[in-house]
């Protein structure tokens, strides 16, 4: 890359870093303002900064030794120092970069300092990398509150969670195979230069060997095929709707599930897809034209809102609640930064309301899934045992009822099963446990 475009790149990484750690925003957010020829590079440096921004902030306190800066030069030191410790770009071009981005974001004053402090890491490589491995927060990259909760929650596996979290993560798709086998389209991906491999755990999956934009893959366009992660394909499987019944997504946003649903019935459902979030649903119906799907489509809060209900109940329901996303982590490594422990304690109350609610409107002997692509126990199995407690007529189902394959590879929990991150089916993160009303 030359030097211009990568003191460009470094900038605009640094501009996102800033809005992530500086003023709260998602990194979704703060990229989809980045467009141009650069835009995959200063993504790939400000999500690779942001995966590793714990080490990186500690990394550099230690080469500030006390000094303060403020949030533009913080994050363009994060940048800087994840180029020289991740990148193959050779260190001086990194450095020389560095200095020119301080420029680009009107801190010429700071060119010397960026210099020497990006210099010195080089030179005391050996001794800082010992001392921050001596740092929990800084050698797992994960703030300490949340490695605390990982490891109460998975004594066993939190190293593993941990590593994935910090990966890179695959490119999964999902074959709608009711007009597409998994073989044949296969051959399309070949015939495009793609490699592909199928995902054990999940019949419509395939493994992306490397990852290109979604509208680069044969047959996007016409539905033929979606981007989502493995874990999550399975919610299709684990609910097991039938031609004929009534369903009810009840988070539906923004809309890789309903798709999914649509796509896994052999014959029509009646499904009805609720979101409390407008625009994110405005996002689901744009998906099912894509897909060449249809659904009802209602805006309401669940908690709240049954207006549009008209009392008849469901057969099945899928209850996907909105939670920590502590299970995807590898996909929106910002989580790290934006999430916090109050979370832990709200949402909870939040997810055990919806749950209670849908379960009021599941039909006799119906199915509800509840799920979500957290790894917390507080908002798994404990939210579905404080639903139960509180409707007479629930039950969990055996995970043996309902499994399809899911329990090869995740952890048994008292109601459901628990996909960890670092999983051999290379899934993120995902909770499942399925209830039935009599």
Avoid at 175 to 198: C, F, T
Wanted: hydrophobic share 50%; glycine share 6%; net charge neutral.
């Amino acid at each position: 890359m030359a030097s211009d475009a990568a003191a460009q790149v470094l900038a605009g990484a640094a501009r996102g870093l800033a809005a992530v750690t500086g003023r709260g925003r998602s990194a979704d957010a703060a990229l989809a303002e980045v467009s141009g020829a650069l835009r995959a590079s200063i993504q790939a440096v400000t999500l690779g900064s942001l995966r590793w921004y714990p080490r990186l902030e500690r990394l550099a306190g230690l080469l500030l030794e006390g000094r303060r800066v403020g949030s533009p030069l913080a994050a363009l030191l994060a940048a800087s120092l994840f180029q020289l410790e991740y990148s193959r770009n050779p260190p001086e071009a990194c450095v020389s970069a560095a200095v020119d981005a301080a420029r680009l974001l009107g801190q010429p004053r700071a060119t010397g300092l960026v210099n020497a402090l990006l210099r010195r890491s080089l030179r005391e490589r050996a001794g800082l990398h010992a001392r921050l491995a001596a740092d929990p927060v800084a050698s797992s990259a994960h703030p300490a509150w949340l490695l605390a909760a990982l490891q109460e929650a998975w004594p066993a596996d939190w190293p593993a969670i941990v590593a994935a979290d910090n990966s890179a993560p695959p490119l999964t798709l999902r074959v709608d195979r009711s007009r597409i086998s998994l073989e044949h389209y296969q051959m399309k991906l070949q015939a495009a230069g793609l490699a592909a491999a199928p995902v054990a755990l999940c019949p419509t999956a395939l493994l992306l060997e490397r990852a290109v934009p979604a509208a680069a893959l044969p047959g996007f366009a016409e539905g033929l095929v979606s981007v989502q992660d493995a874990g999550a394909q399975l919610a299709a499987p684990l609910l097991c709707p039938q031609a004929g019944q009534r369903v009810l997504d009840a988070c539906a946003a923004p809309g890789g599930k309903t798709g999914a649903l649509l796509e896994a019935v052999d014959g029509q459902i009646e499904l009805t897809a609720v979101d409390r979030d407008a625009q994110r649903l405005t996002r689901l119906t744009e998906t099912l034209a894509r897909l060449r799907r249809a659904a009802q489509t209602v805006v309401a809060d669940l908690t709240r809102d049954l207006s549009w209900w008209d009392g008849r109940r469901f057969d099945r329901i899928l209850l996907d609640a909105p939670c920590s996303a502590l299970g995807v982590i590898r996909r929106h490594p910002d989580i790290k930064l934006l999430r916090r422990p109050a979370d832990i304690a709200v949402l909870p109350v939040e997810q055990t309301r919806l749950l209670e609610q849908c379960l009021a409107m599941l039909a006799p002997g119906g199915r509800l899934l509840y799920c979500t692509c957290s790894v917390l126990p507080e908002e798994n199995d404990q939210v579905v045992a404080a639903a139960l407690a509180a409707t007479a007529t629930a039950r969990a189902l055996p995970p043996g009822a309902w499994e399809a394959g899911l329990a090869a590879q995740a952890r048994p929990c008292a109601h459901g099963l628990q996909l960890l991150p670092g999983n051999a089916a290379l899934t993120d993160g995902f909770y499942y446990a399925c209830l039935t009303t009599v």
